[in-house]
């Protein structure tokens, strides 16, 4: 199993390539009930699943490269019952950070933005393999 040492190693070398420029662009997003998008979609009808949560930023190509970098960080750390939470809270705080800043989204403050939950959610898996 990844250990929490591996984890934040690979999340601090991910810092390092966003705040020196060097991210990637992915296709976007769509997994674990989150979609990355730069347009709104128009509103459906509910069904018979749970909404997906969407994150809508002018940088859908750069953060969905950040989430999969993230997938491959915590690889083993996420399972069939906790992706939602892991995904849905990174998304959340992308969505946080996109409205706070209206029309002047900055890739890297964003992708950093998330960098800094993801941080927050290796301290909350070692305190959970603790108890």
Request: with cysteine; proline share 5%; charged share 30%.
């Amino acid at each position: 199993m990844t250990s929490r040492g591996d984890i934040e190693l690979r999340l601090e070398r991910l810092r390092t390539k966003v705040v020196n420029g060097d991210h990637g662009n992915a296709d976007t997003w769509q997994g674990a009930r989150v979609v990355i998008t730069s347009e709104m979609p128009p509103e459906e009808e509910p069904g018979f699943y749970p909404d997906p949560l969407i994150v809508r930023t002018d940088f859908p190509g750069e953060l969905s490269w950040l989430f999969l970098e993230l997938m491959a960080a915590f690889d083993d750390w996420i399972d069939y019952e906790n992706k939602f939470y892991f995904y849905g809270t990174l998304g959340e705080s992308a969505i946080l950070f996109c409205d706070r800043l209206d029309a002047q989204e900055n890739v890297t403050e964003l992708l950093v933005c998330v960098l800094d939950r993801a941080d927050e959610l290796v301290v909350e898996g070692a305190s959970d393999e603790a108890r």
